[in-house]
């Protein structure tokens, strides 16, 4: 089920109604979710959660953008982001966010993805590899994000999908920027043994 999950995050959103965005507010203050015991997703703007295939809870966010800020003549479009997450026992495939996301790198295309660019951040026993893609029809942008969280003898598997609506005239963005900005993880350490 979480599979199916986390391959419905594939599908972009398209609704789309250009809006004003402000500076967002402080972290602390943001709308968060608990992902799973320790892992919160926090986000500056709309924060639901609604049932996905099989059950699974979606967490969903959207929130205007400006693209362009300094511009006198910005650009405002929306940002809408979708998140799953699962616990399972840790394996180093399933740790291996490159060779998963090369799994489902075909249906991607298939689907009119063009890859752009691929980041990655490992820090120990978290990684997470974003992989920024666009499509011409609808003409929009994603920024997928594979991330893993080791914890002991099980393994936290979190997909973010965040797709940018706008128009053309926006030009070159870093989107990956913009889910830094206005959506984050918050994890806590695993409690010992004795906490428990």
């Known amino acids: 089920m979480f599979a199916r999950a986390l391959s419905m995050l594939a ?17 602390q203050e943001w709308p968060a979710v608990e992902l799973a015991p320790g892992v919160v997703f926090a986000a ?3 924060v639901e959660i609604e049932a996905g295939p099989g059950g699974v809870p979606v967490v969903t966010f959207w929130r205007p953008v400006l693209f362009r800020e300094e511009s006198k003549y910005p650009v405002g479009g929306r940002m809408d982001c979708r998140v799953v997450a699962a616990t399972q026992g840790y394996s ?11 799994a489902e790198k075909s249906q991607r295309k298939r689907e009119g993805h063009i890859e752009e660019d691929r980041a ?40 973010r999908n965040c797709s940018f ?32």
């Open 11 to 27: 599908l972009g959103l398209t609704a789309a109604a250009p809006a004003l965005a402000q500076a967002p507010a402080p972290a």
């Open 92 to 102: 180093d495939a399933a740790f291996d966010l490159e060779a998963t996301y090369e």
């Open 165 to 196: 609506v706008h128009g053309y005239e926006v030009g070159t963005v870093d989107y990956l920027a913009y889910v830094n900005r206005y959506t984050g993880l918050r994890i806590a350490a695993p409690k010992t043994p004795s906490e428990s």
């Open 120 to 159: 990655r951040a490992y820090d120990g026993d978290v990684r997470e590899l974003d992989i920024i893609t666009r499509r011409r029809k609808p003409h929009d942008h994603h920024v997928l994000s594979y991330i893993a969280i080791k914890r002991d003898t099980q393994l936290v598997q979190i997909r």
């Open 44 to 46: 500056d703007g709309s």
